[in-house]
């Protein structure tokens, strides 16, 4: 109740603000700021006595305060907001990678590659197929030929398929997850970003030289190739850094560690790295092979997750664009439902091959459902890259994001909760556990 | 780590992170997108601005919060105080240099565009600075403190109020500037106010700053000057506003009801807001978002952050609550990181250029002693006998300039967006540097033993922080 109360009194405040001028002034993008962390905080809790995760409260947060339901947030402080977005996708980044134990996936790596390439490289396939018995819903098709068409659709399912590490990451540390299952799906997700990336430079490519959308193929394969090792081999030096100043001055890593953090969102897209392919490489480095301990640097940062994962996912709520979901609806949610079964068909196939845990086999599948960065990163490029459909599919990608945006999260922390490991993780005085008790 | 240096680290790390998320997206170049609204924070893939001036920009920022975050260390901390040049050091100064360095055309780190882009961060220390100021006012304490102690404080914040605004005021009419400006008005009670308020002789920032009996009396008189400066604030910002941008008609005074009101809406909300969380992450994003929540409608409503922040802070530590020793652990473990980026944001926006400015700052520092003079002399006539030892005998003429003077001049400029303002800046950031220099250089007789303590830091294990004891 108190909560809900709250949540009205704040609304209040910013509905007589906007008022005041109709254009986004002085003091916006602070007002925007403390109003999403305030109101994602306080709708998840709301949220959260429903039985449902705190992330689908920040979500919901976003989506009502945004641009397209309430208007509270608009679109121009949405925008100012961008940069908190870059820095918070490297923290995740980096925290994912830092709780990515190789020796503790060791036992279930020949799953973890099954899943890959069953459930991952089986759903772009399955995704592609299904897109292009699709094409009479989906009036960009109209223009090309079979042939054509086959190329888009290839391009598209890369494009669909992406896992998301923030909402991993955002439920583990909800739930305190710790177990096979929960390092699994974080290893796989992290993985199979990477395998995506790959994959979009060669459908881009091949899709480029039949399109013929005015693409330089070679272009296309050297920067995606840049992307993905260039973002590798920075990753590492990154990591390598952090490591140096965590074994050699020790205190104010956590400060350091976020300048790093800075540098990367900032001059990393300036120079075509993917900001959160290096962060998540700098973490795995630190974890894996530096001989400092990552634990102090995750304790810090564990800490400040919290902030992090409000204004974050808040964010991505108010950029759910509403009308636009409604107009693709059906393609969308047909196209939802098969990638989702495909990963549990996969998934489970994966897991009966590779003799898997029982809870890695019953619920890994699930990991892979939710769908954030990386699809949205990829609609921006095939937008810049293929201008000639490009600006539909990033409608249809946008659209299928939303919606496993919303409903994969619940399904996860489900099958976290079922599977046992929710709460394992030793209890730190940060760590906001309080989710699972609630 | 011990719980406490994690919050520490987590509070410090934090702040820095809005301060270089905001800082390092000022020197970005504006997004260019191609594509809907909704993917723009995707475009910098498409951003056209120069790599080599982003990296510049970007990396020199990091230098600069780098060595704010390193003013804040407490090794930092002691070694200036070895070097004599604490007082100067710990008031700020080398850091509103630096931001007026890190400005010139010729360096290129903080650009006009960053420093439009800082602006959001200027709001935010603004508005934190009047919640930390306003939170260490215990009203209860206040009922406690020697009788005389409000006929003191009045004339020791009047007699230097009065004087340097009319003198000040002189000689901006010898300029050419016309009575009928409001904006001299404006310019003239503005300097008086900030003139009118001093810090205790050792400032170690605003998180030590609540009076208690026993503590010095220049501790209760600087705590209570900062309270006539927010009063001064408040109507300055009503009756000298900008209309032109705002869809509300208001008369002047209701201007300044909106402010209170505002401020006690905010109050009452945070103070219902911080029973809320169960942890300390949780408890932090709740302080967080309410200042930064109270700042940006301030600045939104052309209001300053640091009065509506203030009121807040007064109904959050006032009205009882189990979390106010929460409240000041967070907002103290922030406190140096943010006042010193503050700073070096105050040096930024700084136009010292104009000589008119500088010939204000001896006539600001003369008025404050004079005034003060004059403060003393009545105060001890007046109310001499009634008050404790150190009250008013051992009363300075040259007391330092709160750091809140400084605040509330660039507030009232980032308000109003005046350019004009430049002169009052120049005259207040100047005149605060020669007060500090001209109290080193007076500072070097030991203290004799006293029975009341005159500052906090002769107390023998004073404690940091401001959370009660």
Not at chain 2, 326 to 337: A, K, Q
Request: proline fraction near 6%; hydrophobic fraction near 55%; charge should be neutral.
């Amino acid at each position: 109740m108190i909560p809900l109360l709250l949540l009205l009194a704040i609304g209040g405040l910013m509905q007589a603000a906007r008022s005041f001028s109709l254009t986004a002034g002085t003091g916006a993008t602070e007002l925007a700021f403390g109003f999403l962390l305030l109101t994602a905080y306080f709708t998840a809790r709301l949220v959260n006595q429903l039985g449902l995760p705190r992330l689908t409260g920040y979500l919901l947060a976003g989506v009502v305060a945004g641009p397209f339901v309430l208007d509270l947030v608009t679109q121009e402080m949405a925008a100012s907001l961008g940069i908190v977005n870059g820095v918070a996708t490297c923290i995740l980044g980096l925290t994912a990678g830092a709780e990515l134990n190789l020796r503790r996936i060791r036992p279930v790596m020949s799953t973890l590659r099954a899943l890959i390439v069953i459930a991952v490289l089986g759903g772009i396939a399955v995704l592609a197929a299904v897109l292009y018995l699709l094409r009479p819903m989906l009036p960009m098709f109209s223009a090309f030929s079979t042939t054509e068409a086959v190329a888009v659709c290839a391009v598209l399912a890369v494009a669909l398929t992406p896992q998301s590490p923030a909402v991993v990451m955002a439920l583990l540390s909800e739930t305190g997850a710790d177990g096979p299952l929960s390092q699994l799906v974080l290893a796989a997700v992290v993985v199979a970003d990477l395998v995506v990336v790959l994959c979009y430079a060669i459908a881009a490519a091949s899709a480029g030289a039949v399109v013929g959308d005015g693409v330089d193929i070679l272009e296309i394969i050297g920067s995606v190739g840049w992307e993905l090792a260039g973002s590798v081999g920075f990753g590492i030096a990154a990591g390598m850094l952090i490591g140096l100043f965590l074994r050699s001055i020790e205190r104010g890593a956590s400060l350091f560690a976020l300048l790093i953090c800075v540098v990367v969102a900032q001059i990393g897209v300036r120079v075509h790295l993917d900001p959160l392919i290096v962060m998540l490489t700098a973490g795995i480095w630190l974890e894996n092979f530096s001989r400092a301990d990552a634990s102090k640097l995750l304790e810090g940062f564990e800490s400040a997750q919290l902030p992090v994962f409000l204004v974050w996912f808040a964010l991505s709520g108010a950029r759910l664009d509403l009308p636009l979901l409604r107009e693709a609806i059906i393609p969308v949610l047909i196209l939802a439902t098969a990638r989702a079964a495909w990963f549990a068909i996969g998934g489970r196939i994966a897991c009966a091959l590779t003799a898997a845990p029982p809870a890695v086999a019953r619920y890994g599948w699930i990991g892979l459902v939710p769908q954030a960065g990386l699809s949205l990163a990829l609609a921006v490029v095939i937008q810049t890259n293929f201008p000639r459909f490009g600006g539909a599919a990033a409608v249809l990608i946008l659209s299928m994001l939303a919606v496993n945006l919303v409903v994969a999260p619940v399904a996860f922390r489900a099958a976290l909760i079922r599977s046992g490991e929710a709460g394992q993780k030793q209890a730190n005085d940060f760590a906001p556990n309080a989710a699972v008790h609630d | 780590m011990s719980c406490s240096n994690r919050t520490r680290d987590l509070t410090r790390w934090i702040g820095c992170a809005l301060v270089l998320a905001w800082t390092s997206s000022a020197g970005a170049a504006p997004f260019t997108p191609p594509i809907p609204p909704q993917l723009l924070h995707a475009a910098p893939r498409a951003a056209t601005l120069d790599t080599w001036v982003a990296i510049k920009a970007i990396g020199g920022l990091l230098a600069l919060l780098s060595l704010a975050y390193l003013g804040g260390n407490r090794r930092v901390v002691r070694f200036q105080e070895r070097l004599g040049v604490h007082g100067v050091i710990t008031a700020g100064f080398p850091f509103v240099a630096l931001g007026l360095f890190a400005s010139w055309p010729a360096i290129g780190i903080l650009s006009p565009d960053v420093i439009t882009g800082l602006r959001p961060v200027l709001h935010f220390g603004l508005g934190w600075l009047g919640f930390l100021i306003g939170a260490q006012l215990d009203i209860r304490v206040l009922d406690r403190v020697p009788t005389g102690t409000a006929y003191l404080i009045l004339v020791e914040a009047l007699g230097p109020f009065g004087i340097t605004a009319a003198a000040c005021g002189a000689v901006m009419l010898g300029f050419g500037q016309s009575w009928d400006d409001p904006d001299v008005w404006r310019d003239v009670i503005l300097l008086g106010t900030a003139a009118a308020m001093t810090a205790p002789r050792k400032f170690r920032g605003f998180a030590n700053r609540t009076w208690r009996e026993g503590r010095g009396a220049d501790v209760l008189l600087g705590q209570l000057d900062e309270l006539v400066g927010v009063i001064g604030l408040l109507f300055l910002t009503a009756y000298f506003r900008d209309t032109t941008s705002s869809t509300w008609t208001l008369p002047s005074t209701a201007w300044v009801f909106v402010s209170l009101g505002l401020g006690v809406a905010i109050g009452a909300l945070i103070f219902a807001m911080v029973r809320v969380p169960r942890s300390n992450a949780e408890f932090l994003a709740v302080v967080l978002g309410a200042i930064a929540f109270a700042s940006g409608l301030a600045g939104y409503l052309h209001l300053s952050p640091i009065v509506i922040c203030f009121l807040a802070g007064v109904l959050v530590t006032n009205f009882p609550n189990d979390q106010r020793a929460d409240v000041f652990r967070i907002l103290h473990h922030l406190e140096r990181p943010v006042q010193l980026l503050f700073l070096i944001i105050a040096g930024a926006v700084w136009q010292p250029e104009d000589w008119r400015g500088w010939v204000l700052v001896p006539l600001f520092v003369a008025g404050r002693a004079a005034g003060k003079y004059t403060g003393i002399v009545a105060s001890k006539t007046a109310v001499g006998a009634l008050l404790p030892a150190g009250f008013t005998e051992r009363r300075r003429l040259i007391t330092p300039l709160s750091g809140l003077s400084i605040a509330l001049v660039v507030s009232m400029g980032a308000t109003t967006g005046d350019p004009g303002l430049s002169w009052v800046v120049t005259a207040v950031i100047g005149g605060a540097m020669v007060t500090a220099l001209l109290i080193r250089d007076d500072a070097p007789a030991p203290p004799p033993p006293v029975v009341v303590p005159i500052d906090e830091l002769d107390e023998p294990g004073a404690a940091p922080g401001g959370a009660p004891r």
